[in-house]
């Protein structure tokens, strides 16, 4: 029998751990487990013997770091072959006619890829092509590439094991993290997605976590995977109990919680590390013989997959964005740097397109891209690192598809695949290949048609073969091809036409809606008028501009108005604004009274405005001084109690003193005056000897200057000597000083010692994140100033007790 | 997972935490009340600082040779003594030394924009360099417990000097033992690094 009419027949069981029960058996733990396959095969033997008694379907080799990779480690990678086949004879053994099948193992290499760890995709490949092969020789009726940690690696076993063998696969992967993410960040939403459509058979979840979590896992997994389930978790959280590990779940306890994992729907159930024969005997009893659950309805979806986040399309998924801005058209900076094979420019599109909430990224890197498919993988594998969003691969060369589609982490869009014969032939079984979804494209060797009934007719004839190529229509997208309005006036009412059918036919869609506005003004309105009537037809996605804040805002809007937005949640929570001066009361403002408009201003920190209704008053004949007085300062104050509340924070603090000291200089440009005359107290500052650190201090300098201080601002870096000596020169009445480290605070003490002997006069402030208020009445500082407005606080208090005496 | 061997990551991703940002600022959710220009302001800094970045990660790690009240390593002069160190490695058989730096950029761009007076984007873009560079200490350290569990081993929380009873002054001795300078990272007298955006500290490795 084999392995896929067993399992249309009943749940199979699977054998429970071989570590441990090796362990059990031996005196010595040996490095290498697999080292036994040759030396006591009668170890090997008895574990397999153990668990066909208690009821096992399924056993599996003691292989799972018998691959290159990892026996290097122990200078052993001569023998993969060797231990391997022997692993499968030794199972063969034990099964001795009896029907039962073997699993081949396949652990994870104990490598990571480049650039997250120091091997490349090939020296996997061929690791994992080498052991396969010596399995599917030893004998094994199928593969579990099991314990596996990265998508990434875990594709590229896949691949190996279908390219070498002729042998069903099972993939498991383990989700050890403790927010149920693999080592490299995927969750099993995301893995689900990832090998829905890649060439094994059985997709699984084993090891990492406590069983109880594993309900998650399932249902998670469900969500985009129908392929038969196996699953086997540990027998609990091991706890260390001198040298060895204890695995605290008993045969029963475990037991229930396989029938959990049945009841969810699981084809194959057994134990992982900790789990025995007896273990297993209980699940045996309890399982043996039953017909698998049948399985909730999946929502169908077009879905793919970066390494950790995936992109639904259709279905109840909003709107979504692909961001089109990496395409050298038009682009005259970008093109000459793809031309040039360099990158920033490409990966900064791509950040500022996961920035503006685009869904996926499309890479077109024009001709370049067909010609060097070198150049266009290296694009891919670097942007995988950049951005989380999934990629479309826009190019026409099958080569740098292929290659593209190798390295990436994830499952990839293939844009597009037409109905040109020779075209659907070459890329169907890539993307078969590949695991990866397709664009369709409403075009063929005849061109466009014209009408929405010849674009539906090829989309329909491509769905007919992509099928015939075994791609799920989950997988599928198509573009119905929108055509510049300016050279084909009905191209849009034919493509919504084609919209329309292909929704009634449940064909997600896509447009790239840049085409339509192409050699017009004004293109951004042509796109805003255009998306809604396209979105209210059915259209599911577009390769759109997300920098076009207005056209994204559009797409929210559509999705909260055709219920895509479940409680208009997202729209609410975006478009919800802090109570602010309305617009229109704010030009009245402004018109009939320059002083309420320069006392907002400085309230908004508008730098320029401040500067504009300063000089309107100055030229109304306002006195320099009073400006000053009656509405600047009140401002600032009135901007340091809204901080004070923290109704404003730093920013705002800032850039209302920035606006203050425009205002300020304008006054005194305007009237050859100088304000400082005003003022009343002069106060150096400085940050101490050895600190670098002085945003904070130019803060306090910034913000004390424009509170009536006359400020002198030494810098950073200054010795005491200096400052000491400044301050009585300049006879100022005080010192301000910053220090951030715990080092340079002693400074602070210099500066102080210096001061008491030759000004005891002149008052010491400090402040600075280091600094304490114990630290200041240490050192003999007159205040410690918290932030900025405490500073001014501090000083006037001083000041105030100063004029007493 | 290598002993003795000092090795140095480049690829070292990840995107700034715009919350941190904002709460660093001083923001206070429910309380403080966003403008636009505000909101402009950290945006435009926020895209800016991506090209101003470029992060490099450093470390080693050592084998601890001698526990008591004076910690020692195999293959290394550094000595670490207190409590904090005791706490830190009580389990511990080795010990990772790491500096991480996001480059000298963001701190340039802050002279410039000093120089210029405009104080509201050199603060804005201290913020973000903070919070990158914690962001990026944040991925070296993913990266290396990624790396511990395959090998199985479990890391303990980071440690850099200026906590605890560890002196900002060990700062110099991670220097060497890295030879920060190498990644072009600078240090006074004081202890203190050029770029600031540089963190450097201690993660203990247990079986």
Same mark, same amino acid.
């Given at each position: 029998?084999?392995?896929?009419?067993?399992?249309?027949?009943?749940?199979?069981?699977?054998?429970?751990?071989?570590?441990?029960?090796?362990?059990?058996?031996?005196?010595?733990?040996?490095?290498?487990?697999?080292?036994?396959?040759?030396?006591?095969?009668?170890?090997?033997?008895?574990?397999?013997?153990?668990?066909?008694?208690?009821?096992?379907?399924?056993?599996?080799?003691?292989?799972?770091?018998?691959?290159?990779?990892?026996?290097?480690?122990?200078?052993?990678?001569?023998?993969?072959?060797?231990?391997?086949?022997?692993?499968?004879?030794?199972?063969?053994?034990?099964?001795?006619?009896?029907?039962?099948?073997?699993?081949?193992?396949?652990?994870?290499?104990?490598?990571?890829?480049? &650039?997250?760890?120091?091997? $490349? !995709?090939?020296?996997?490949?061929?690791?994992? =092509? #080498?052991? %396969?092969?010596?399995? +599917? *020789?030893?004998?094994?009726?199928?593969?579990?590439?099991?314990?596996?940690?990265?998508?990434?690696?875990?594709?590229?076993?896949?691949?190996?094991?279908?390219?070498?063998?002729?042998?069903?696969?099972?993939?498991?992967?383990?989700?050890?993290?403790?927010?149920?993410?693999?080592?490299?960040?995927?969750?099993?939403?995301?893995?689900?997605?990832?090998?829905?459509?890649?060439?094994?058979?059985?997709?699984?979840?084993?090891?990492?976590?406590?069983?109880?979590?594993?309900?998650?896992?399932?249902?998670?997994?469900?969500?985009?995977?129908?392929?038969?389930?196996?699953?086997?978790?540990?027998?609990?959280? &091991?706890?260390?109990?001198? $040298? !060895?590990?204890?695995?605290?779940?008993?045969? =029963? #306890?475990? %037991?229930?919680?396989? +029938? *959990?994992?049945?009841?969810?729907?699981?084809?194959?159930?057994?134990?992982?590390?900790?789990?025995?024969?007896?273990?297993?005997?209980?699940?045996?009893?309890?399982?043996?013989?039953?017909?698998?659950?049948?399985?909730?309805?999946?929502?169908?979806?077009?879905?793919?997959?970066?390494?950790?986040?995936?992109?639904?399309i259709g279905g109840h998924s909003p709107f979504r964005v692909i961001g089109e801005n990496i395409n050298p058209f038009g682009k005259k900076k970008l093109s000459q740097e793809i031309e040039a094979e360099k990158l920033e420019q490409i990966k900064k599109y791509a950040r500022?397109?996961?920035?503006?909430?685009?869904?996926?990224?499309?890479?077109?890197?024009?001709?370049?891209?067909?010609?060097?498919?070198?150049?266009?993988?290296?694009?891919?594998? +670097?942007?995988?690192?950049?951005?989380?969003?999934p990629l479309y691969l826009d190019n026409n060369n099958p080569k740098s598809l292929e290659l593209a589609l190798f390295s990436y982490a994830g499952k990839a869009i293939i844009n597009s695949v037409n109905g040109a014969k020779k075209n659907y032939e070459t890329l169907f079984?890539?993307?078969?290949?590949?695991?990866?979804?397709?664009?369709?494209?409403?075009?063929?060797?005849?061109?466009?048609?014209?009408?929405?009934?010849?674009?539906?007719?090829?989309?329909?004839?491509?769905?007919?073969?992509?099928?015939?190529?075994?791609?799920?229509?989950?997988?599928?997208?198509?573009?119905?091809?929108?055509?510049?309005?300016?050279?084909?006036?009905?191209?849009?009412?034919?493509?919504?036409?084609?919209?329309?059918?292909?929704?009634?036919?449940?064909?997600?869609?896509?447009?790239?809606?840049?085409?339509?506005?192409?050699?017009?003004?004004?293109?951004?309105?042509?796109?805003?008028?255009?998306?809604?009537?396209?979105?209210?037809?059915?259209?599911?996605?577009?390769?759109?501009?997300?920098?076009?804040?207005?056209?994204?805002?559009?797409?929210?809007?559509?999705?909260?108005?055709?219920?895509?937005?479940?409680?208009?949640?997202?729209?609410?929570?975006?478009?919800?604004?802090?109570?602010?001066?309305?617009?229109?009361?704010?030009?009245?403002?402004?018109?009939?009274?320059?002083?309420?408009?320069?006392?907002?201003?400085?309230?908004?920190?508008?730098?320029?405005?401040?500067?504009?209704?300063?000089?309107?008053?100055?030229?109304?004949?306002?006195?320099?001084?009073?400006?000053?007085?009656?509405?600047?300062?009140?401002?600032?104050?009135?901007?340091?109690?809204l901080y004070e509340k923290k109704i404003y924070f730093l920013p705002q603090l800032i850039l209302s003193a920035e606006a203050m000291e425009e205002a300020s200089d304008a006054i005194e440009k305007a009237l050859q005056i100088d304000t400082s005359a005003s003022k009343k107290?002069?106060?150096?500052?400085?940050?101490?000897?050895?600190?670098?650190?002085?945003?904070?201090?130019?803060?306090?300098?910034?913000?004390?200057?424009?509170?009536?201080?006359?400020?002198?601002?030494?810098?950073?870096?200054?010795?005491?000597?200096?400052?000491?000596?400044?301050?009585?020169?300049?006879?100022?009445?005080?010192?301000?000083?910053?220090?951030?480290?715990?080092?340079?605070?002693?400074?602070?003490?210099?500066?102080?010692?210096?001061?008491?002997?030759?000004?005891?006069?002149?008052?010491?402030?400090?402040?600075?994140?280091?600094?304490?208020?114990?630290?200041?009445?240490?050192?003999?500082?007159?205040?410690?100033?918290?932030?900025?407005?405490?500073?001014?606080?501090?000083?006037?208090?001083?000041?105030?007790?100063?004029?007493?005496? | 997972?290598?002993?003795?061997?000092?090795?140095?990551?480049?690829?070292?991703?990840?995107?700034?935490?715009?919350?941190?940002?904002?709460?660093?600022?001083?923001?206070?959710?429910?309380?403080?009340?966003?403008?636009?220009?505000?909101?402009?302001?950290?945006?435009?800094?926020?895209?800016?600082?991506?090209?101003?970045?470029?992060?490099?990660?450093?470390?080693?790690?050592?084998?601890?040779?001698?526990?008591?009240?004076?910690?020692?390593?195999?293959?290394?002069?550094?000595?670490?003594?207190?409590?904090?160190?005791?706490?830190?490695?009580?389990?511990?058989?080795?010990?990772?030394?790491?500096?991480?730096?996001?480059?000298?950029?963001?701190?340039?761009?802050?002279?410039?924009?000093?120089?210029?007076?405009?104080?509201?984007?050199?603060?804005?873009?201290?913020?973000?360099?903070?919070?990158?560079?914690?962001?990026?200490?944040?991925?070296?350290?993913?990266?290396?417990?990624?790396?511990?569990?395959?090998?199985?081993?479990?890391?303990?929380?980071?440690?850099?000097?200026?906590?605890?009873?560890?002196?900002?002054?060990?700062?110099?001795?991670?220097?060497?033992?890295?030879?920060?300078?190498?990644?072009?990272?600078?240090?006074?007298?004081?202890?203190?690094?050029?770029?600031?955006?540089?963190?450097?500290?201690?993660?203990?490795?247990?079986?």
């Open positions: 029998m084999k392995l896929d009419t067993y399992l249309k027949a009943k749940v199979l069981i699977l054998d429970g751990g071989m570590g441990t029960e090796i362990i059990k058996r031996v005196d010595r733990t040996p490095e290498v487990f697999e080292i036994l396959n040759l030396e006591k095969k009668e170890i090997i033997l008895d574990v397999h013997r153990a668990y066909i008694d208690a009821g096992a379907d399924i056993i599996t080799t003691n292989t799972l770091g018998a691959n290159r990779l990892k026996l290097r480690e122990f200078k052993m990678e001569s023998q993969v072959k060797e231990l391997n086949i022997a692993a499968v004879h030794v199972a063969k053994k034990a099964v001795e006619g009896k029907e039962i099948l073997i699993a081949g193992s396949i652990g994870p290499t104990g490598k990571l890829i480049k &650039p997250l760890g120091d091997v $490349d !995709e090939n020296e996997v490949y061929t690791t994992f =092509e #080498e052991q %396969a092969k010596a399995l +599917e *020789i030893g004998g094994a009726n199928f593969l579990l590439i099991e314990t596996q940690i990265d998508i990434q690696e875990a594709k590229i076993a896949i691949r190996a094991a279908k390219e070498n063998t002729s042998l069903p696969v099972a993939l498991s992967l383990s989700y050890s993290l403790e927010e149920g993410r693999t080592v490299t960040g995927s969750d099993p939403e995301t893995a689900s997605v990832v090998f829905s459509s890649t060439e094994n058979e059985i997709l699984g979840i084993n090891c990492g976590r406590h069983p109880e979590e594993f309900e998650e896992f399932i249902s998670k997994t469900f969500l985009h995977s129908s392929k038969p389930l196996i699953v086997y978790a540990n027998a609990g959280i &091991p706890e260390k109990r001198g $040298d !060895e590990l204890f695995y605290p779940l008993g045969p =029963e #306890e475990y %037991a229930a919680y396989a +029938e *959990i994992f049945y009841k969810l729907g699981a084809n194959i159930i057994g134990g992982c590390c900790g789990t025995s024969p007896e273990h297993i005997a209980f699940i045996s009893k309890m399982l043996r013989g039953k017909k698998p659950v049948k399985r909730k309805e999946r929502e169908k979806f077009f879905r793919a997959a970066s390494r950790n986040s995936i992109l639904t500022i397109q996961e920035q503006a909430q685009a869904d996926a990224i499309d890479v077109n890197l024009g001709k370049k891209g067909d010609k060097s498919p070198e150049f266009y993988a290296k694009v891919v594998k +670097e942007l995988q690192n950049i951005t989380r969003l079984p890539l993307a078969k290949k590949h695991g990866s979804s397709v664009v369709l494209l409403a075009m063929d060797e005849n061109g466009i048609p014209d009408t929405a009934k010849g674009k539906m007719q090829i989309v329909e004839k491509l769905i007919q073969k992509a099928v015939e190529f075994g791609l799920s229509t989950d997988d599928i997208i198509a573009d119905l091809i929108i055509l510049t309005i300016s050279a084909s006036p009905k191209t849009s009412s034919e493509t919504l036409k084609a919209i329309e059918m292909a929704k009634s036919l449940g064909i997600p869609t896509m447009l790239g809606l840049s085409n339509l506005s192409f050699g017009l003004p004004y293109r951004q309105l042509l796109h805003s008028a255009f998306l809604p009537m396209a979105i209210s037809r059915g259209l599911d996605s577009a390769i759109m501009n997300p920098l076009d804040k207005n056209l994204m805002e559009i797409t929210k809007a559509c999705d909260a108005i055709t219920g895509k937005d479940a409680g208009m949640h997202f729209y609410i929570e975006k478009f919800s604004k802090k109570p602010q001066i309305e617009a229109e009361e704010k030009e009245e403002i402004q018109n009939k009274d320059p002083e309420k408009a320069l006392f907002l201003a400085i309230l908004e920190g508008e730098k320029t405005k401040a500067k504009q209704y300063t000089l309107r008053l100055v030229e109304k004949g306002m006195n320099g001084f009073k400006i000053l007085e009656s509405i600047l300062s009140p401002a600032l104050a009135k901007v340091g109690e107290l002069k106060i150096i500052m400085a940050t101490v000897e050895g600190d670098l650190h002085d945003i904070g201090k130019n803060i306090v300098s910034l913000v004390l200057r424009n509170s009536g201080f006359h400020v002198l601002d030494l810098g950073k870096n200054t010795k005491a000597k200096t400052i000491v000596e400044t301050a009585i020169h300049e006879k100022a009445d005080f010192i301000g000083l910053s220090a951030l480290m715990t080092t340079t605070m002693e400074e602070m003490k210099k500066v102080l010692d210096i001061k008491r002997t030759k000004a005891p006069n002149i008052k010491v402030i400090v402040g600075g994140a280091a600094v304490t208020p114990s630290f200041s009445r240490e050192i003999g500082a007159d205040a410690y100033g918290k932030d900025a407005m405490d500073a001014i606080r501090k000083i006037e208090k001083l000041s105030g007790n100063e004029n007493e005496f | 997972m290598f002993f003795d061997k000092v090795i140095t990551e480049k690829e070292i991703r990840f995107t700034i935490n715009r919350k941190a940002v904002y709460s660093l600022l001083g923001y206070r959710k429910g309380k403080t009340a966003l403008t636009e220009k505000i909101i402009n302001l950290i945006d435009e800094a926020y895209e800016k600082a991506s090209e101003l970045i470029v992060p490099q990660g450093i470390y080693v790690i050592r084998r601890i040779k001698e526990k008591g009240d004076e910690i020692k390593f195999a293959n290394s002069k550094i000595v670490l003594k207190g409590k904090s160190m005791q706490v830190l490695l009580e389990e511990s058989l080795a010990a990772i030394f790491f500096g991480v730096t996001i480059g000298p950029g963001i701190e340039e761009k802050i002279s410039q924009e000093t120089e210029k007076k405009n104080f509201d984007k050199a603060l804005v873009f201290d913020a973000l360099g903070s919070e990158a560079v914690e962001a990026a200490a944040n991925f070296l350290n993913n990266h290396l417990i990624a790396q511990a569990r395959q090998a199985k081993k479990f890391l303990t929380t980071r440690f850099s000097p200026g906590y605890g009873d560890l002196a900002l002054d060990f700062q110099k001795e991670i220097y060497e033992e890295l030879s920060l300078h190498d990644l072009e990272v600078e240090i006074n007298d004081k202890s203190i690094l050029y770029p600031q955006k540089t963190i450097t500290g201690i993660i203990g490795v247990e079986e």
